[in-house]
């Protein structure tokens, strides 16, 4: 069973990978579009630092930061739940509920081979700019560092596809789920550290940020990599929440489930 799962994953993150470099100029150009956020928001806060303000992170950390957080966006990122909804809404989830292959499956084999496909269109890029601003940038030398941080990358990732899942599962109760994804891309984009640090937020706002569940998704990971000590409870936090959300998921997917089939779909 486990065999002919891989083997079957396999074979829809190669078709898929095939498919996302047919279109490589515009995924160039989407990626490129990325870029220049961090970059003017990097800008902005040395210019800040430069005309006094006392920022609570070392320059070093905070342009390696910036350099390196579209990546890490990209490598946690998920775009499942429209594509599900979708699928609820338009009956298309009744022909995967015939098949061995899981509709989900699919999915994350689409997620790995989007992401495969964009790493190598989006390093270079990233390589650029750090070369440009390479007296800036400090990266650690510590194996142990890069193999968390890539642990914590695939936590990042799983918290991201159970959101878009549980979201998605919504389709069987709702006609239109994207209120709902534009409400959580505005709010991950500020909570996961994407639009800036976490560590440049208020102090009374820590505590609170340090829990909730999309620091895992961007902030850590960098955390990880970058901070003097890596942060051991991360890791159980990070592990508890993509636990908890794929569980969640798991059930209203289940729920949603029973009644799709018993409409006749």
Known sequence: ?????????????SRDIQITLTYRAWLFWLLLGNLPVPVIS???????????????????????????????????????????????????????????????????????????????LMVPMVAVLALLMHRQISLPTDPLRWLG???????GSVIMFALDVLIGSLAFWVDEVSGVLRAKSLVAGVLSGAVLPLALMPAVL???????????????????????????????????????????AAVVWRIGLRGYQAAGA
Request: hydrophobic share 55%; charged share 10%; aromatic share 10%.
């Open 149 to 155: 941080f890539g642990v914590a990358i695939v936590l």
């Open 42 to 120: 990097l800008l902005v806060w040395q210019g800040a630092a430069a005309l006094g303000a006392e920022l609570s992170v070392e320059q070093d950390y905070l342009v390696t930061y910036f350099v390196l957080v579209a990546l890490v966006s990209m490598l946690t990122s998920s775009w499942s739940a429209g594509f599900l909804a979708d699928s609820i809404r338009l009956g298309d989830l009744a022909s995967w509920l015939v098949r061995p292959c899981s509709t989900h499956l699919n999915g994350i084999a689409n997620n790995v081979a989007e992401k495969i496909a964009k790493l190598v």
């Open 1 to 13: 069973m486990i065999a002919r799962t891989a083997r079957t994953f396999g074979a829809l993150v």
């Open 206 to 248: 820590q505590p609170a940020l340090a829990v909730q569940p999309f620091r895992y998704v961007v902030s850590f990971p960098l955390e990880v990599l970058l901070l003097p000590t890596i942060p051991g409870s991360g890791f159980a936090l990070a592990t508890g929440w993509a636990a908890a959300l794929s569980a969640t």
